[in-house]
T-cell receptor, first 113, second 110 residues
Framework: SQTIHQWPATLVQPVGSPLSLECTVE??????LYWYRQAAGRGLQLLFY??????ISSEVPQNLSASRPQDRQFILSSKKLLLSDSGFYLC????????????FGSGTQLSVL | SQQGEEDPQALSIQEGENATMNCSYK?????LQWYRQNSGRGLVHLIL?????REKHSGRLRVTLDTSKKSSSLLITASRAADTASYFC??????????FGGGTRLMVKP
């Protein structure tokens, strides 16, 4: 069966520090991978998605970047965090053959102070 | 890409009652999905309804889709305290992406 791992669960970082959030998927190959951000009590904003190794599409201009160095690994990064980067970050995957349901990781609560 | 808009934003009911949440959208879709999120956790897929379907059931969940009105509803029957969560509709209308609405926060009181 497929599983998705996302870590860390919580992170407190000072303004201006770097960021690296990692997400890995097991039990499937060539998944579509996604990073979403959720503000407190709000909906999800799509940040990045990837349909293959090295292929990254960005949905919104921001202080963040994403990379996919391996088929089932998706990384969210920042060189210098801003206060506005605080939020709940969710990684997700879907079957690359159809526009079907997403499977989400457990999320990372990022607080930038 | 469009977002769905859920209504109401918050809903409080007693255990055993039915809960109905609505989602409206503006342009055509391939499918519409409903997800559940417990506080501080990831989202869990509940049900998917395609644009050529009008109603689907899964356990105590019933989803309807009215493409002429561009709206969907999620009905949870005989609610339980464990149903307390946020519920999101997600639209698939192009490409590989889903766009999510702001969600309905459901509280079921025991």
């Amino acid at each position: 069966s497929q599983t998705i791992h996302q870590w860390p669960a919580t992170l407190v970082q000072p303004v201006g520090s770097p960021l690296s959030l990692e997400c890995t998927v097991e039990g499937t190959s060539n998944p579509n991978l996604y990073w979403y951000r959720q503000a407190a009590g709000r909906g999800l904003q799509l940040l990045f998605y990837s349909v293959g190794i090295g292929q990254i599409s960005s949905e919104v201009p921001q202080n963040l970047s994403a990379s996919r160095p391996q088929d089932r690994q998706f990384i969210l990064s920042s060189k210098k965090l801003l206060l506005s980067d605080s939020g709940f970050y969710l990684c997700a995957w879907s079957d690359g053959t159809a526009y079907e349901k997403l499977f989400f990781g457990s999320g990372t609560q990022l607080s930038v102070l | 890409s469009q977002q769905g808009e859920e209504d109401p934003q918050a809903l409080s009911i007693q255990e055993g009652e039915n809960a109905t949440m609505n989602c409206s959208y503006k342009t055509s879709i391939n499918n519409l999905q409903w997800y559940r999120q417990n506080s501080g956790r990831g989202l869990v897929h509940l049900i998917l309804i395609r644009s050529n379907e009008r109603e689907k059931h899964s356990g105590r969940l019933r989803v309807t889709l009215d493409t002429s009105k561009k709206s969907s509803s999620l009905l949870i029957t005989a609610s339980r305290a464990a149903d307390t969560a946020s519920y999101f509709c997600a639209l698939n209308n192009a490409g590989n992406m889903l766009t999510f609405g702001g969600g309905t926060r459901l509280m079921v009181k025991p």
